[in-house]
């Protein structure tokens, strides 16, 4: 089983385009950019899957030369998506995929019901759907098994009309040739579902993207669906390596350097690494 973090930076990427914060100004001085988050993931080095298309899908497709078409086709080694929530940073990037000459989407039915980009790939080209049940196992193109956890009800801004559902956020138990991975982005809470599904991961990639609970002004971390990393770090047992991601641009612990960045390292995590690959030796 392979694994590439195509982004690792929250809504808005870092540095954000409208933000003129030190860390968003220090991000142009250096040219360190994280895009917004998302995987790719195969068990056989054919067959690959997205875990999140964010706006900056395109970029991110361009710069992987394992998700590239061989030269004089258009096949994309793509067979489809899995989102873990129905955020605009999550799915908006779907839309861009339209010219794939067809697609897989996994989701949760509140997740299906509502993210427009599915609708609007729909009109270009094939779009399969596929429910995701949490706790229901199901088969991927390549030799992956998956198996969803419920893991947060916080709905997007856009359907905060749509039917509650303890669903609209879950994260993924991915099983392949040579390991198991956890992916949870968006983790509100460290609750007894998560803890289960992360028994016997090889890693653990989860949320990071707030190190403290009042790092943005005016908004808390839980009250965004994000348990902050002061409170997850003390919670990492030595059963798996844990890498944060979806660090956002307010977030210190990105910087290698910084007090908060020591902390995480110290703790025995990591920071995911923007365009890089998880190491099989961390899979088994």
């Not at 040219?31 to 917004?36: C, I, N, V």
């Not at 054919?46 to 999140?52: C, I, P, R, T, Y």
Request: hydrophobic share 40%.
């Amino acid at each position: 089983m392979r694994v590439l973090f195509l982004g690792t930076a929250a809504g808005g990427g870092l540095p954000q385009w409208n933000c003129g914060c030190p860390s968003c100004v220090r991000a142009r001085h250096e040219d360190h950019t994280r895009t917004q988050d998302g995987l790719a993931v195969t068990g056989d080095g054919s067959a690959w899957w997205l875990l999140n298309t964010s706006p900056d899908i395109r970029t991110q497709l361009l710069r992987t030369p394992a998700l590239t078409p061989p030269p004089g086709t258009r096949r994309t080694p793509v067979r489809g998506v899995l989102f873990t929530s129905a955020e605009l940073d999550h799915t908006l990037g779907f839309a861009a995929l339209r010219e794939a000459e067809s697609l897989t989407v996994h989701a949760t039915a509140p997740v299906l019901d509502v993210t427009p980009s599915i609708a609007l790939a729909g009109a270009y080209t094939t779009v399969s759907t596929q429910v995701v049940v949490p706790g229901k196992p199901f088969d991927l193109d390549g030799g992956l098994t998956v198996t969803a956890v419920s893991l947060g009800t916080k709905k997007p801004r856009y359907a905060a009309t749509a039917p509650d559902s303890t669903d609209w956020v879950v994260g993924y138990r991915i099983t392949g040739p040579g390991g198991t991975l956890l992916y949870a982005p968006c983790l509100p809470s460290w609750s007894e579902a998560f803890t289960e599904a992360g028994l016997g991961a090889d890693v653990v990639i989860l949320d990071g993207t707030f190190y403290r609970e009042d790092e943005m002004v005016g908004r808390s971390a839980r009250a965004m669906g994000h348990l902050p990393m002061v409170d997850s770090l003390p919670l990492l047992d030595g059963g798996a390596t844990y890498i944060y991601t979806h660090l956002n641009n307010t977030n210190p612990a990105a910087w290698e350097g910084t007090p908060e960045h020591t902390t995480v390292t110290a703790a025995g995590a990591l920071i995911a690494p923007e365009a890089g690959e998880l190491s099989a030796r961390l899979l088994g």
